[in-house]
């Protein structure tokens, strides 16, 4: 062999085409493998093969053996891995291994190396379905399984979940691709592993952007020629970060047709990483940038409002403010709406739009003569009824506890699914959890905006001190005291330059967008995070919706599972 093997011609360079049939565990088990099948090959010629069943030391699951048409008898008598390792290793040696969707088989044969005391020889890795992705364009083939490249090239073997007919396809695969790779001036080993992970000329051709950036926590924002911003990120150090765009590990489709638009790289240095997080957010607000998808539009979320009239009721809107009582935000009003269902399923709330008059009475509706409505439009209650009846308790669960919400919830789940009535308590599910999940995030919010002033400080890496000056929920001012000058110093300083921050009139998140104050949330809460100055008392009520976490866990939990929980 040559001394540099990536400097050898593909024609000349021997390689093992392998499959692997599993169980379908994870690959870094090491477990499940059922089948093996390899093919060595070189300059179209074979020259040898590899091929056995193994015994994963387990049942194979039906919907597997459905799959590849393996049952358990089968592989029963086979051997199991250890004793297939020795040989497949040699039958490996110095050779290029080849499979499609090589991590996973490549994933698999490792961790069973590991697992058995075997040493995994690290061989060169060339991944058919990386290399389809760069030879063959989506107007060929709609995607890279091996079955539509083996259809589309009209290879003489097909797939069919078996691991050596499927090795013998990926080899016919393989020398179709090869034969297109002239076109792309790939003539080597080294050239087609490079190419399977190659840069695009528009990432070679824009390296230069990253030029001159700093090595510095903070904001990157990719700029159109028009000076619009295209995409906006944060980094603990924003110049390598950046170049990162213009390597083989940017596989994001998206992101490299921003790179073919970008002109330029903005820079916006921060203290610590709580800034950089926060003018991420707040520039992505601003600009709502094409190419991020996450953070946009903080002004479409959605509020649950109980009216401001005699017979309150709850109503899905836009702004929180206007009413006795206002629970949110969401991020869609189909969320907003599971938890009013939720409120309605618990408590006598009229639903009907009309206005309704304290002294005139009104048509009434369906759900007041099925006795789900206490009737206001009949007059059957005063306001005063109503509200100790409907409105006072939506209003406490929004604000205190929402155990009598919850509790009344919990009982009709159970009453469901003692009926065996699962979809019905699937839905009541949801739309509790939906429920508790706002109340939680709204109280953590709401205790920390009703704070005029709150400063906290934690050690960075260097031994100095990250600063931030929160108010009412909003990051007022930044600043980090490097290592010899005292936190106060620094403190003083930030706060000369800080944003004065007023409380608006209504809704818990008045001076900042949800997310921001949960940003600033997660680096308050943090264990080495240390308060220094809070004007007033940052609490929850102790009867409050904090103590449902767990409640609110496995509600999401039997959602995932399809498991009902019966009791809180």
Same mark, same amino acid.
């Given at each position: &062999?040559?001394?540099?093997?990536?400097?050898?011609? /593909?024609?000349?360079?021997?390689?093992?085409?392998?499959?692997?049939?599993?169980?379908?565990?994870?690959?870094?088990?090491?477990?499940?493998?059922?089948?093996?099948?390899?093919?060595?090959?070189?300059?179209?010629?074979?020259?040898?093969?590899?091929?056995?069943?193994?015994?994963?030391?387990?049942?194979?699951?039906?919907?597997?053996?459905? @799959?590849?048409?393996?049952?358990?008898? &089968?592989?029963?008598?086979?051997?199991?891995?250890?004793?297939?390792?020795?040989?497949?290793?040699?039958?490996?040696?110095?050779?290029?291994?080849?499979?499609?969707?090589?991590?996973?088989?490549?994933?698999?044969?490792?961790?069973?190396?590991? $697992?058995?005391?075997?040493?995994?020889?690290? *061989?060169?890795?060339?991944?058919?379905?990386?290399?389809?992705?760069?030879?063959?364009?989506?107007?060929?083939?709609?995607?890279?399984? @091996?079955?539509?490249?083996?259809?589309?090239? $009209?290879?003489?073997?097909? *797939?069919?979940?078996?691991?050596?007919?499927?090795?013998?396809?990926?080899?016919?695969?393989?020398?179709?691709?090869?034969?297109?790779?002239?076109?792309?001036?790939?003539?080597?080993?080294?050239?087609?592993?490079?190419?399977? !992970?190659?840069?695009?000329?528009?990432?070679?051709? !824009?390296?230069?952007?990253?030029?001159?950036?700093?090595?510095?926590?903070?904001?990157?924002?990719?700029?159109?020629?028009?000076?619009?911003?295209?995409?906006?990120?944060?980094?603990?150090?924003?110049?390598?970060?950046?170049?990162?765009?213009?390597?083989?590990?940017?596989?994001?489709?998206?992101?490299?047709? &921003?790179?073919?638009?970008?002109?330029?790289?903005?820079?916006?240095?921060?203290?610590?990483? +709580?800034?950089?997080? #926060?003018?991420? /957010?707040?520039?992505?607000?601003?600009?709502?940038?094409?190419?991020?998808?996450?953070?946009?539009?903080?002004?479409?979320?959605?509020? #649950?409002?109980?009216?401001?009239?005699?017979?309150?009721?709850?109503?899905?809107?836009?702004?929180?403010?206007?009413?006795?009582?206002?629970?949110?935000?969401?991020?869609?009003?189909?969320?907003?709406?599971?938890?009013?269902?939720?409120?309605?399923?618990? +408590?006598?709330?009229?639903?009907?739009?009309?206005?309704?008059?304290?002294?005139?009475?009104?048509?009434?509706?369906?759900?007041?003569?099925?006795?789900?409505?206490?009737?206001?439009?009949? /007059?059957?209650?005063?306001?005063?009824?109503?509200?100790?009846?409907?409105?006072?308790?939506?209003?406490?669960?929004?604000?205190?506890?929402?155990?009598? =919400?919850?509790?009344?919830? &919990?009982?009709?789940?159970? #009453?469901?699914?003692?009926?065996?009535?699962?979809?019905?308590?699937?839905?009541?599910?949801?739309?509790?959890?939906?429920?508790?999940?706002? =109340?939680? $995030?709204?109280?953590?919010?709401?205790?920390?905006?009703?704070?005029?002033?709150?400063?906290?400080?934690?050690?960075?890496?260097?031994?100095?001190?990250?600063?931030?000056?929160?108010?009412?929920?909003? +990051?007022?001012?930044?600043?980090?005291?490097?290592?010899?000058?005292?936190?106060?110093?620094?403190?003083?300083?930030?706060? @000369?330059?800080?944003?004065?921050?007023?409380?608006?009139?209504?809704?818990?998140?008045?001076?900042?967008?949800?997310?921001?104050?949960?940003?600033?949330?997660?680096? /308050?809460?943090?264990?080495?995070?240390?308060?220094?100055?809070?004007?007033?008392?940052?609490?929850?009520?102790?009867?409050?919706?904090?103590?449902?976490?767990?409640?609110?866990?496995?509600?999401?939990?039997?959602?995932?599972?399809?498991?009902?929980?019966?009791?809180?």
């Amino acid at each position: &062999m040559l001394d540099d093997p990536f400097a050898q011609d /593909l024609i000349h360079t021997t390689f093992v085409v392998l499959d692997l049939e599993t169980t379908g565990g994870s690959p870094h088990d090491g477990d499940g493998i059922t089948e093996v099948g390899a093919v060595k090959v070189r300059g179209g010629e074979e020259l040898g093969r590899f091929a056995t069943l193994v015994n994963p030391g387990h049942p194979i699951p039906p919907f597997i053996t459905v @799959l590849t048409g393996i049952t358990t008898a &089968m592989v029963t008598p086979a051997p199991k891995i250890e004793a297939v390792l020795p040989g497949l290793l040699e039958f490996l040696r110095d050779a290029v291994v080849v499979a499609h969707n090589a991590p996973y088989d490549v994933g698999f044969l490792k961790a069973a190396c590991a $697992r058995h005391g075997y040493t995994w020889p690290n *061989p060169r890795v060339l991944d058919t379905a990386a290399l389809a992705r760069r030879v063959l364009i989506r107007d060929e083939v709609p995607n890279r399984k @091996l079955g539509t490249l083996a259809a589309y090239l $009209r290879t003489e073997h097909q *797939p069919n979940h078996r691991a050596f007919d499927d090795a013998l396809a990926t080899v016919d695969v393989l020398h179709a691709l090869i034969g297109r790779l002239g076109s792309f001036k790939v003539r080597t080993l080294g050239d087609a592993i490079e190419f399977t !992970k190659a840069v695009t000329p528009t990432q070679r051709a !824009k390296r230069g952007l990253a030029d001159g950036l700093p090595h510095a926590p903070g904001v990157y924002i990719f700029r159109a020629a028009d000076n619009r911003a295209l995409y906006v990120g944060t980094s603990g150090d924003i110049a390598t970060r950046v170049r990162t765009y213009f390597t083989a590990a940017e596989k994001r489709a998206r992101m490299s047709e &921003m790179i073919h638009i970008a002109e330029r790289v903005e820079a916006v240095v921060c203290a610590h990483a +709580l800034e950089a997080q #926060v003018r991420e /957010l707040r520039l992505i607000a601003a600009h709502a940038p094409p190419y991020n998808r996450r953070s946009k539009f903080p002004e479409r979320a959605w509020w #649950v409002r109980l009216t401001d009239e005699p017979f309150p009721r709850l109503s899905v809107v836009r702004e929180p403010g206007g009413g006795r009582a206002s629970l949110g935000p969401f991020a869609g009003r189909q969320a907003a709406q599971a938890a009013v269902d939720a409120c309605h399923e618990a +408590l006598p709330l009229r639903q009907c739009t009309a206005k309704l008059s304290a002294r005139k009475p009104s048509a009434t509706c369906a759900l007041a003569e099925l006795g789900r409505c206490p009737a206001p439009c009949e /007059l059957r209650v005063d306001p005063d009824e109503y509200a100790t009846l409907a409105a006072d308790p939506f209003a406490t669960s929004v604000t205190g506890d929402p155990g009598p =919400v919850v509790d009344r919830l &919990m009982a009709r789940l159970k #009453v469901l699914a003692d009926a065996q009535r699962f979809e019905e308590a699937a839905a009541l599910r949801g739309r509790l959890a939906a429920f508790l999940r706002a =109340v939680i $995030r709204m109280q953590r919010l709401s205790a920390v905006t009703r704070i005029d002033e709150l400063v906290a400080a934690r050690r960075d890496a260097k031994g100095g001190w990250e600063i931030a000056i929160v108010r009412h929920g909003r +990051l007022a001012a930044a600043i980090t005291a490097p290592v010899g000058t005292h936190p106060r110093i620094s403190l003083e300083t930030a706060r @000369l330059t800080a944003e004065t921050v007023r409380p608006a009139a209504a809704g818990p998140i008045p001076c900042a967008t949800a997310e921001e104050t949960e940003r600033i949330l997660d680096w /308050l809460e943090r264990p080495e995070t240390r308060l220094v100055e809070v004007s007033a008392d940052w609490a929850s009520p102790i009867g409050g919706a904090a103590r449902l976490k767990p409640l609110l866990a496995r509600l999401d939990a039997a959602s995932t599972t399809r498991i009902v929980n019966e009791s809180p």
